[in-house]
């Protein structure tokens, strides 16, 4: 059986190296949050239905898994696995790039470095903490960038353009917009391992139980669960730092009002530091998509892939066909011989 160009062989091999390759410790944390935040929210709304049904009904709702932008959005996950090796390299080269220029820097400016042996674990947490950071305010600025610049615009789009939200929609993003967010989110990072690497450590990878920092991280920003239709908050405290599920819901809103808002990844305070923050309403509820119904063009795994494509063409000729023609007085000096004195 084919499915858009996948065997029902290759469905198998995929679901066999999730389950029992080397991260499913952290896939089985990423069900765990899931399954958290699930009672978690059953509990926080009304529970007059009661009942394992209505557990149930909560946790997959009538019509969700059956939508045309579910179907798309587990066709567009499958996908992705296909090209996933060639989406580290980027990430690799501009974070070893900018490393590298940072370290050459400060060599040049202060001499070689000198610390030697490993560094002690609160130089690593530090260390770790640190990168972290990093990451996530250039997360917020490659995020800001997509909705700012139009061409970055167009390939985010596939992104926004779910109906629904169903977990792997946060994988539901062009292969370009992949390459391009990883690239530029290893330049601030890049820099941030640099400087530690001259001062304090030798490279390293700091793990916890076996499972990389960075994988904890992602655990922390419940990834998959904000891609769900689990209204998950932390509550007022702990939302001023991190934030939660449910303000990153708002920022798939259609809503008008909700527009260019909540662009963080795992912590609120760039949002709240650069004015991007908007809090949901008590109860609010949200209906997912782009404006004008533009997400019904998005809806096949064909489309997801090549309509950005077009429309960047689209907006390249119109940008070239708007562009002021040269003066003839201009253009004609280009073809002047030089005259030589």
């Not at 958290?36 to 009304?46: G, I, R």
């Not at 090209?83 to 070689?112: E, H, K, N, Q, W």
């Not at 599920?245 to 909700?258: M, T």
Request: contains cysteine; hydrophobic residues 45%.
């Amino acid at each position: 059986m084919q499915i858009a160009g996948f065997g029902f062989s290759d469905i198998v091999a995929i679901a066999r190296s999730t389950v029992s390759g080397p991260d499913r410790v952290a896939l089985y944390l990423v069900w765990g949050t899931i399954v958290f935040a699930a009672f978690v929210t059953y509990w926080q709304s009304s529970r007059s239905e009661g009942g394992i049904r209505g557990f149930l009904h909560h946790c997959v709702p009538s019509g969700i898994l059956t939508n045309r932008s579910a179907r798309a959005d587990f066709l567009f996950w499958l996908s992705r696995r296909l090209f996933m090796p060639l989406l580290v390299i980027p990430l690799g080269l501009s974070t070893v790039t900018a490393g590298y220029a940072a370290y050459s820097l400060l060599a040049l400016v202060f001499g070689p470095a000198t610390h030697v042996g490993p560094a002690s674990t609160p130089v690593l947490v530090a260390f770790t903490v640190s990168m972290i950071i990093a990451y996530d305010f250039s997360y917020y600025v490659y995020h800001w960038l997509c909705h700012t610049v139009p061409m970055l615009w167009e390939l985010h789009k596939v992104h926004h353009s779910a109906e629904v939200m169903v977990g792997v929609t946060k994988d539901r993003v062009h292969p370009l917009d992949e390459i391009l967010n990883r690239w530029w989110n290893g330049l601030i990072p890049g820099v941030t391992y640099g400087v530690w690497l001259f001062f304090a450590i030798d490279p390293v990878e700091l793990t916890v139980f076996g499972i990389s920092a960075y994988i904890i991280r992602d655990l922390l920003m419940m990834d998959v669960v904000r891609h769900t239709h689990l209204e998950m908050s932390y509550g007022p405290l702990l939302n001023r730092i991190f934030l939660c599920p449910y303000y990153h819901q708002l920022h798939h809103s259609i809503d008008p009002r909700h527009y260019n808002r909540n662009y963080g990844l795992l912590l609120s305070v760039w949002d709240r530091l650069f004015g991007t923050l908007a809090v949901p309403e008590p109860g609010q509820h949200f209906t997912f998509g782009l404006s004008n119904n533009e997400h019904a063009e998005y809806q096949s795994l064909t489309r997801l892939h090549v309509l950005p494509l077009v429309k960047i063409y689209r907006l390249a000729r119109d940008w070239m066909r708007r562009r002021p023609a040269l003066p003839p007085a201009v253009a004609t000096d280009f073809h002047k011989p030089v005259q030589q004195k």
